[in-house]
Nanobody, 128 residues
Framework: QLQLVESGGGLVQPGGSLRLSCAAS????????IGWFRQAPGKEREGVSS????????NCTDSVKGRFTISRDNAKNTVYLQMNSLKPEDTGVYYC?????????????????????WGQGTQVTVSS
């Protein structure tokens, strides 16, 4: 069973940066699409960004465009989410997830229901 572990979250001031990591155990991530999702207090989980097995990136949330960058390093079996210019509204629990099937449409790429394997989440708090 594919297991994912997020790390890199924490408390940061507005305008600061964090880099989240998603590492896999037992299996390689090379053949999976990996997505980052977040859930703010009182809100539904939303897709943030996703990267295909071949490295193609898709932004899922307009509010993070230009500030967040998803990448993967297959040699390290890790996917990253670089978050810059953080805002208080970025606060939430961030999850990485893996989709074993090929996804073509943005609607599905950014849909949590298409991802079968999930990490435990890492808390990101942006506050002064």
């Amino acid at each position: 069973q594919l297991q994912l572990v997020e790390s890199g979250g924490g408390l940061v001031q507005p305008g600061g940066s964090l880099r989240l990591s998603c590492a896999a155990s037992a299996f390689t991530l090379n053949n999976y699409r990996i997505g980052w999702f977040r859930q703010a207090p009182g809100k539904e989980r939303e897709g943030v960004s996703s990267i295909s097995s071949t490295g193609e990136s898709t932004n899922c949330t307009d509010s993070v465009k230009g500030r967040f960058t998803i990448s993967r390093d297959n040699a390290k079996n890790t996917v990253y989410l670089q978050m810059n210019s953080l805002k208080p509204e970025d606060t939430g629990v961030y999850y990485c997830a893996a989709a074993p099937r090929r996804l073509t449409l943005r609607y599905f790429i950014c849909s949590s229901s298409k991802y079968d394997y999930w990490g435990q989440g890492t808390q990101v708090t942006v506050s002064s």
